[in-house]
């Protein structure tokens, strides 16, 4: 927030910093944004040289979201500046500067050369007049949502420094939305770690603060059952909520989706007619409803061929009451052949009841084969997973297992260039997005998305100084902006070697420093700087538990000479030092004091114990895991038992020597840790992360498998999705030799596959992963291996793809 010099206005921006990002329970609530305008003022007497501090902003009260726009822009000009601007309906005298709220037909004045307003909706054009002798702002827009969107850009062109509110007399923009649909999903319920503890007033800002980037369209997650509460933080039930956020959302103009799958038999009849009365008195409860997008999957389990006549009765009732509003539904899990009967429905039937098909996560075909698929008629949507890193449609891509393991599915995640990457490579095979979302941990991904989504060609540092400036305040854009980069930077390659965690947290403690008093009430900035904190907690955690285990280790060696008993004392002691605390308990002091902070401030639930009360650890919950294990320590202390369980001293030995040389193997052998970024040289990437960031055709490192009490090497797979199989490769083998083959099956698919070396030699038919894990062998036939290559495939038979976790290649002695 921008920290000015008089006294009087730093009042009022300290005043107005809680109500500009968001309250949450506890915290002061921000004032109700107005309805509609207020009557009009006397004109203020203006102040020589003070720029658009003296403005009066025009806008027609007959025109309800010209009105809307013209409170919205006031209000946010206020928190960020402290400058309070009057609203009316008639231009002031021509020594008042003016901001001034118009369509296209019914503006005033002409724009400068070479400007024009776009044709394309909700297209817009801003420039700046000075002929009256005040200023005058145009904010001109082909239509009402280009006016809200003009208001909207407008805050993040204006000067708010410290010498008041301007901006620039050369100001000409003209620019028009690319993709019709830009929207994000931001569900009332528990499973969001987030959003079940927000009032409406909480709901409004956040979704102004998404109009200043372009975002149109809401999806709501509503409840069928009028009473249902399925959270403990909610104040309100779902259903309530759902009919105040359709009125507020309709009121910008803005497009209000419903996410509602069906769970119910409908092949029943009784139950079909049920499901339809209960989604018709949902229906006739909300005031504003523009679309319905219903989940074949994930969740929902009906069969494409009787969903889709009942979505034709759905349809009807919906038409009834809202007789605008579009449905859309997605092939989300549907089998290969149910894909084939949805598809063919599309083109037999060409219901004039649907408006389109949506492509989500678990989609099992990818978005070129769904749009080709699919008739001309319908539109396609994206629903993209924004806010999770492993588990997901986007995954992070060789994410250090460090992380995966502490920060988890949902954790705070500004990912701003893998976002604008991921949007644009699919972005002209749709109509636009709504994302999916389950909270504020992915804030930065929704203002990307709907940046790319207004201009697919913008500069992402560009966005990331507006996102700055628009939440931070003006004179931090370029530090917020070099953060947010650093933050994504935090991820990428070993944990433990890089040497920018620590250089990102003492930025965004500079930040922090510099945003004064806001970071008591900024929920953004709190959150980066909470995210810059773990990071360095991880790190600092991960070369201790590393250097543990190592003596552990060192101990387990001595043990011929020392004996097995106190060699395994020994390397237990080395690893028990975490149990000592964490390397730094000031760095845990501060992660959980702001966690505190950010549940008082926007309800964000970090953990699923008292006082945050998140629906699961998983759910966004990284203080749970701040005491998780990092090295093998868990396995090591089940090994100790079994080998202390052992009478033969020679059996004991020899088992500590397997747990010494685990990934030995041997020489003329290779040993691949799957699902290890760094340790997985024969692992075949049938495209890149570029040309695949959802993992359709290719494998990913998937996190998920045997628990906390397995080898880390366990805990993370090469993994791929929807039959596509996994491959590696060797080159450079002896070509007179004989191998083994040693391979480690694990994984939460829990798959059924087929393994087949060089295409024709089967090593192994349809094998279930073993109940209990562990290392398997089997001999690869010399034919296979005489040419000097050897290329291994992994054929999925049943469960969602294939998994392997570890990989040895032995040569066999002579």
């Known amino acids: 927030m921008s920290r000015l010099r008089t006294s009087m206005m730093l009042v009022a921006v300290l005043g107005a910093v809680c109500a500009l990002n968001g309250c949450g329970p506890g915290a002061e609530a921000p004032s109700e944004p107005q309805a509609a305008p207020p009557e009009p003022v006397v004109e203020p007497v203006p102040v020589a040289g003070e720029g658009l501090q003296g403005a009066v902003i025009v806008a027609s009260a007959s025109k309800p979201i010209h009105a809307k726009a013209a409170v919205m822009l006031q209000e946010e000009i206020e928190k960020r500046s402290g400058v309070r601007l009057s609203v009316s309906e008639s231009m002031p005298a021509e020594t008042v500067p003016a901001v001034v709220l118009a369509t296209a037909d019914e503006a005033g004045a002409s724009p400068p050369p070479r400007t024009e307003v776009p044709s394309e909706p909700e297209g817009y054009a801003i420039w700046v007049d000075t002929s009256r002798g005040a200023k005058t702002v145009h904010l001109v827009g082909r239509d009402d949502r280009g006016v809200l969107f003009a208001a909207g850009r407008l805050i993040l062109l204006l000067d708010m420094a410290e010498d008041g509110l301007d901006i620039a007399d050369d100001t000409n923009v003209s620019t028009a939305p690319r993709y019709p649909m830009r929207g994000h999903q931001l569900g009332y319920r528990n499973t969001a770690n987030s959003y079940d503890a927000w009032d409406l007033a909480t709901y409004e800002q956040y979704v102004r603060d998404l109009i ?28 309530d909520m759902t009919v105040a956020l359709s009125e507020m959302i309709g009121s910008y103009g803005l497009d209000v989706w419903f996410w509602l799958p069906l769970e119910g038999d409908v092949s029943d009849p009784e139950v079909a007619q049920q499901e339809l009365d ?108 924004i806010n999770h890193c492993l588990r997901c449609q986007y995954a992070m891509p060789k994410w250090d297992r460090a992380f995966a393991h502490t920060l988890g599915r949902e954790p705070i995640c500004p990912r701003p260039k893998a976002m604008a990457h991921i949007h644009n490579v699919f972005a002209p095979m749709a109509d636009g997005f709504v994302t ?41 854009a370029d530090s917020v902006a070099l953060g947010m980069s650093m933050l994504e930077e935090n991820w990428v390659g070993p944990i433990a070697e890089n040497d920018d965690i620590a250089e990102t947290l003492a930025h965004w403690e500079t930040v922090a420093e510099n945003c004064g008093e806001a970071l008591s009430t900024n929920w953004r900035l709190q959150m980066h700087l909470f995210r ?106 089940l090994e100790f038992e079994k080998i202390l369980a052992e009478k033969d001293e020679a059996a ?32 075949v990437r049938q495209k890149t992360w570029e040309e695949d960031p959802g993992y359709v055709h290719s494998p990913q490192e998937e996190y998920g498998g045997p ?13 791929t999705l929807f039959g596509t199989p996994l491959i590696m490769r060797y080159e450079g083998l002896e070509t007179d030799a004989a191998y083994t083959l040693r391979v480690t099956y694990a994984g939460r698919f829990r798959a059924t596959m087929t393994l087949v070396a060089d295409g024709e030699h089967e090593i192994h038919g349809p094998m279930a992963q073993p109940g209990e894990i562990g290392p398997v062998e089997f001999d690869i036939p010399k034919e296979a ?16 793809g294939c998994q392997v976790a570890e990989v040895w290649l032995i040569k066999q002695e002579n």
């Open 212 to 239: 200043l980037f372009g975002g149109n369209s809401i999806e709501l997650i509503p409840s069928l059952d009028p009473e249902e509460k399925d959270g403990p933080v909610m104040e309100q039930t779902m259903w």
């Open 278 to 385: 209960s989604r018709r008195a949902l229906f006739e409860s909300c005031p504003n409803l523009a679309a319905v997008m219903v989940p074949g999957g994930d969740p929902g389990h009906t069969a494409p061929e009787v969903l889709m006549p009942w979505l034709g009765r759905m349809a009807e009732v919906m038409h009834e009451v809202h007789p605008d509003a579009t449905l859309w539904v997605s092939n989300q899990g549907f089998e290969h052949e149910q894909n084939d009967i949805f598809f063919d429905y599309l083109s037999t039937e060409q219901p004039d009841w649907l408006e389109g098909v949506v492509f989500g996560p678990w989609a099992k075909i990818d978005i070129v084969e769904l749009r080709d698929r699919t008739p001309d008629k319908f539109k396609v949507r994206r629903y993209p997973d």
């Open 436 to 476: 999916y979302s389950d909270g504020i941990h992915d804030d930065l991904n929704k203002f990307v998305w709907n940046a790319m989504g207004w201009n697919p060609d913008a500069d992402v540092t560009t966005v990331l100084r507006d996102y700055g400036k628009a939440f931070f305040g003006q004179e931090h």
């Open 532 to 637: 810059a904190l773990y990071d360095v907690y991880v790190q600092e955690k991960v070369v201790a538990e590393a250097r543990y285990e190592a003596e552990a280790y060192e101990a387990l060696g001595q043990a011929g000479d020392t004996g097995v008993a106190a060699a395994i004392e020994a390397a237990r002691a080395a690893l028990a030092q975490a149990d000592e605390g964490p390397p730094s308990q000031a760095l845990r002091e501060r992660i959980q004091s702001l966690g505190l902070d950010l549940l008082e401030s926007i309800g964000f639930q970090l953990s699923a114990d008292e006082p945050y009360k998140a629906k699961s650890s998983s759910r966004g919950a990284v203080l749970d895991y701040l005491d998780r294990p990092l090295n093998n320590r868990p396995w090591l202390e």
């Open 652 to 683: 004991q030995l020899a088992s500590i020597d397997t747990i010494l040389n685990w990934e030995d193997p041997g020489v003329g052998g290779f040993y691949d840790d799957l699902g290890h970024a760094g340790k997985q040289p024969h692992l």
């Open 707 to 719: 628990g906390e009490t397995g080898r880390l090497s366990w805990q993370d797979q090469a993994s």
């Open 785 to 800: 291996t005489s040419d000097g290559v050897l290329e291994l495939e992994w054929q999925l038979n049943e469960k969602r």
